[in-house]
């Protein structure tokens, strides 16, 4: 079975731009959430997507935003970049509508730096 | 709301020596509880749940953990660490009612002294 892959590792955007980050999620895996990781700390939860729907959130401003495609993949789109949205964004899969009790497969990030 | 706590920010040890980090959760009600390790440029990486039961959890590479009620706590032991264990772990409840989200410890950094 293949894992989460997130594309790009790494990119480099400057203030004020828009950035799209995608995630293909492992295979069955029907249930997609994304997190923030900030240099030094623990990941974030940005929102989870289910049935191409939201399916929670937590406290982001409007300007990130996410899809879900039929196939389960998603990507999260920012608008308006800050300098504090530097971080790893980590994507993870799972089944059941994200009920944590199926785990989570994560993804290995997409390092993004704002200047 | 939950939250976790990790007092040690960054922990070093010698190869071979026991090995034991700290976890503290806030909940009203009995969570799931998480250890994740990461190591540098990498995702995260499941060692071991706790969801009910026994209270003594095995994980992957020789890692346990206990939950213990009355301390709210989850303190991840390995009786001998190996070079290969110096990575960051993370901490992580989450509530079993509603929009089940992981909310994560801080991290503690583990490096492995020869």
């Known amino acids: 079975e293949t894992g989460v892959t997130q594309s790009p590792t790494h990119l480099i955007k400057t203030r004020g731009q828009q950035v799209t980050l995608r995630c293909s999620s492992q295979?069955?895996?029907?249930?997609v959430s994304w997190y923030q990781q900030a240099l030094g700390q623990g990941p974030q939860f940005i929102f989870q997507?289910?049935?191409?729907?939201?399916?929670g959130r937590g406290n982001f401003p409007p300007r990130f935003s996410g899809l879900q495609f039929p196939n389960y993949s998603s990507e999260l789109n920012v608008n308006a970049l800050e300098l504090d949205d530097s971080a790893l964004y980590l994507c993870a899969s799972s089944l059941g509508g994200g009920q944590v009790a199926y785990g989570y497969t994560f993804g290995s990030g997409t390092r993004l730096t704002v200047v | 709301a939950q939250s976790v706590t990790q007092p040690d920010i960054h922990i070093t040890v010698s190869e071979g020596a026991s090995l034991e980090l700290r976890c503290n959760y806030s909940y009203g009600a009995t969570p799931y509880l998480f250890w994740y390790v990461q190591s540098p440029g990498q995702g995260l990486q499941l060692l071991l749940k706790?969801?009910?039961?026994?209270?003594l959890v095995q994980g992957i590479k020789g890692f346990e953990a206990e939950f213990k009620r009355s301390q709210s706590s989850f303190n991840l032991r390995k009786p001998s660490v190996h070079w290969s264990d110096a990575a960051e772990y993370f901490c992580a409840v989450a509530a079993i009612q509603g929009a089940q989200k992981l909310v994560f410890g801080q991290g503690t950094r583990l490096t492995i002294n020869p």
């Open positions: 706790y969801f009910s039961g026994d209270t």
């Open positions: 997507y289910y049935r191409e729907e939201e399916n």
């Open positions: 295979s069955g895996h029907n249930t």
